[in-house]
């Protein structure tokens, strides 16, 4: 059974950058047809695609394309995301998701990371 | 972008009800609309995709129609654990958008 894990900061300030891993168990995040996404969702609020990767090619929501990087670390079954220059509008859960291609929905997600960005 | 309004935003109903979602689209996305469940504190789950495709180990009391604009979920008799959020999502252009979710709760 495939699972995702998100890991990183619960806790960062203004200006920094966020930086989450998404580490891919239970299956091969190299092979096949697979995208892998990530979305987040500010408390209480609805959920929001941040973007997805499918080998080199990287995909971004346009909302937040200068300030993201995807990529992925396939030896280490690993995804990541980097978003740069972080403000209190980017606390959120966000969550790692795989998706077979741009038609398909999420079909498996990990169980989500609360990140607080405060001074 | 192509935006999704699901309606109602909330929904009291009782166990046994039958509960219908909508969710409008700001153009065409063809067939290419997913359903997912939220509850508290965890990650959505698929019900729902390609419209109207059931995924699979999801009970057969929920349903979904429609194509183009519109389109609905359907619980034929909501049970108590059926009591969460529920969003749809379009999978025909980036960006991927959700709508902004329909609470379900107890009556």
């Known amino acids: 059974q495939l699972q995702l894990q998100e890991s990183g900061p619960g806790l960062m300030k203004p200006s920094e950058t966020l930086s989450l891993t998404c580490t891919v168990s239970?299956?091969?995040?190299?092979?096949?047809?697979?995208?892998w996404g990530w979305i987040r969702q500010p408390p209480g609020k609805g959920l929001e695609w941040i973007g997805s990767m499918y080998y080199t090619e990287t995909y971004y929501n346009p909302s937040l394309e200068s300030r993201v990087t995807i990529s992925v670390d396939t030896s280490k079954k690993q995804f990541s995301l980097k978003l740069r220059s972080v403000t209190a509008a980017d606390t959120a859960v966000y969550y790692c998701?795989?998706?077979?291609?741009?038609?398909?929905?999420?079909?498996?997600w990990g169980q989500g990371i609360l990140v607080t960005v405060s001074s | 972008d192509i935006q999704m309004t699901q309606s109602p935003a909330s929904l009291s109903a009782s166990v046994g009800d039958r509960v219908t979602i909508t969710c409008r689209a700001s153009?065409?996305?063809?067939?290419?609309l997913n359903w997912y469940q939220q509850k508290p504190g965890k990650a959505p789950k698929l019900l729902i995709y390609?419209?109207?495709s059931l995924e699979s180990g999801v009970p057969s009391r929920f349903s979904g129609s429609g194509s183009g604009t519109e389109f609905t979920l359907t619980i034929s008799s909501l049970q108590p654990e059926d009591f969460a959020s529920y969003y749809c999502q379009q999978s025909y252009s980036i960006p991927l958008t959700f709508g902004g979710g329909t609470k379900v709760e107890i009556k």
């Open positions: 153009q065409s996305v063809s067939s290419y």
């Open positions: 998701a795989r998706h077979y291609n741009w038609k398909y929905p999420f079909d498996y």
């Open positions: 390609d419209a109207s």
């Open positions: 239970g299956g091969s995040i190299s092979s096949g047809s697979y995208y």
